[in-house]
C-alpha cells in the first residue's frame, strides 16, 4: 500500500529538520514525512507529490490559499492558546513530535469522508485470548507479559476488556479512549487506521488502545461493536496479533472466545477455585461450546517469575507461526 504524505514546513530549519528526522527514525506505515523550511518549495512539491496533511508554521499559514496547497492543512503555532477561531485547526509546535504527529492524525481522520478504507496488511491478524473465571490469578499481568515477548518480533496490539483495568494510573494513556474508537468506527469513517494511529499507546513495543474508564462504558459496548472492531483491526490495521484480555464484563464473550485463535487460562489448584472452574467448564458443555475449551490452555504460576518465564516460551512460540 502506498502511504499517505506529511509535509512539514517552518521557517525555523533546525526544527524542520528535527521533527522529519525523528519521523523517519520511527517509521510509520501509514504516513511519509517530508521537510519544508520554503513555502515557495513545498507548493512547488505538492503540485507532483500532493501532501494528505500539511503542518504550516503559521507565518506560512497566513500567506497561503487554501486553493495552492491540496490536503489536511494545520497550523503549528508558538502560542499555547487562542483567543480567536482559527481559519485552519492548530496544534501546538513546542511538544513532543509524537504528540504533535498523534494530534495531526486525530485531525485528519475527523475530517475525511465516510467510505471504505484501505487494508494495510494481507493475511489473518490471529487473536489470542486471556480470560479465566477466577479472579486475582495473574491474568492481565499474564497478558502483558506476553503481548511484550510477542511484540519483540511481531507487530502486536494489546486489547484489555475489563470493567477496571487501572491503566490510567500504570500506564501513559491517550484521552481519548476505546469508546472513542469505537464511536468513529460506528460513524463509517474512511480513516479508521488513522484514528487508531491517534489513540494508540506504547508499552515498550507493545501497543495498546486505551481502556475503557468506566465499567458503563464497557457496557456500551455491544457484542457486534467488539466484532466489529476486531474486523477492522484485522483489514486496516499493520497488527499481526491481538491479545484480548477478557473478562466478563465484555458482552458476547462467549462468541469472541469462540473467534481466538488460542486462548490461555489462569488457574490456581486451591477448592474454591477449583469448583468455580469446574462450573465453568460444565456451563460451557451446557452449552455447546465444547471447541472453547478444546482451544483453552490452562496455566498456573506460583510466581511472577515462572509467570514471565512461562509468557517468554510462548511468545517465542508464537511469533514463529
Not at 502506498?2 to 501509514?30: H, M, S, W
Not at 486505551?210 to 486496516?236: F, H, N, Y
Request: aromatic fraction near 10%; hydrophobic fraction near 35%.
Amino acid at each position: 500500500m502506498k502511504r499517505k504524505q506529511i509535509a512539514v514546513c517552518d521557517e525555523e530549519r533546525e526544527y524542520t529538520k528535527r521533527f522529519a528526522e525523528y519521523a523517519g527514525r520511527n517509521r510509520n506505515p501509514l504516513f511519509a514525512v517530508h521537510g519544508f523550511t520554503c513555502l515557495k518549495e513545498l507548493l512547488e512539491d505538492t503540485k507532483e507529490h500532493p501532501a494528505d496533511i500539511v503542518l504550516l508554521s503559521k507565518k506560512y499559514a497566513e500567506n497561503l490559499k487554501k486553493e495552492e496547497c491540496p490536503g489536511q492543512i494545520i497550523c503549528l503555532s508558538e502560542e499555547e492558546y487562542q483567543e480567536e477561531e482559527p481559519e485552519y485547526p492548530i496544534i501546538y509546535k513546542y511538544q513532543s513530535c509524537p504528540q504533535i504527529l498523534k494530534r495531526a492524525y486525530d485531525i485528519y481522520a475527523e475530517r475525511s469522508p465516510a467510505g471504505l478504507g484501505t487494508a494495510l496488511r494481507l493475511g489473518q491478524m490471529k487473536r489470542i485470548g486471556i480470560f479465566s473465571p477466577l479472579g486475582r490469578i495473574g491474568k492481565t499481568s499474564f497478558a502483558l507479559a506476553l503481548g511484550k515477548e510477542l511484540a519483540k518480533q511481531r507487530r502486536t496490539l494489546y486489547l484489555n476488556m475489563e470493567d477496571f483495568s487501572g491503566f490510567e494510573v500504570l500506564y501513559p494513556c491517550s484521552d481519548q479512549t476505546l469508546s472513542e474508537l469505537i464511536c468513529f468506527m460506528k460513524q463509517g469513517k474512511k480513516a479508521f487506521a488513522c484514528k487508531l494511529e491517534s489513540i494508540i499507546g506504547k508499552i515498550g513495543s507493545l501497543s495498546f488502545i486505551p481502556p475503557v474508564k468506566s465499567p458503563a462504558e464497557l457496557k456500551d459496548i455491544r457484542k457486534e461493536d467488539w466484532e466489529e472492531l476486531l474486523e477492522a483491526l484485522e483489514k486496516e490495521s499493520r497488527y499481526e496479533f491481538a491479545i484480548l484480555d477478557m473478562s466478563f464484563g465484555a458482552d458476547g464473550l462467549f462468541e469472541l472466545l469462540e473467534r481466538c485463535d488460542a486462548i490461555y487460562m489462569p488457574v490456581a489448584a486451591d477448592e474454591t477455585a477449583g469448583a468455580k472452574l469446574w462450573q465453568y467448564r460444565e456451563t460451557l458443555k451446557l452449552l455447546e461450546l465444547e471447541e472453547i475449551l478444546e482451544k483453552t490452555k490452562e496455566i498456573a504460576f506460583p510466581d511472577m517469575e515462572q509467570l514471565e518465564g512461562y509468557a517468554k516460551a510462548e511468545g517465542k512460540r508464537w511469533s514463529k507461526s
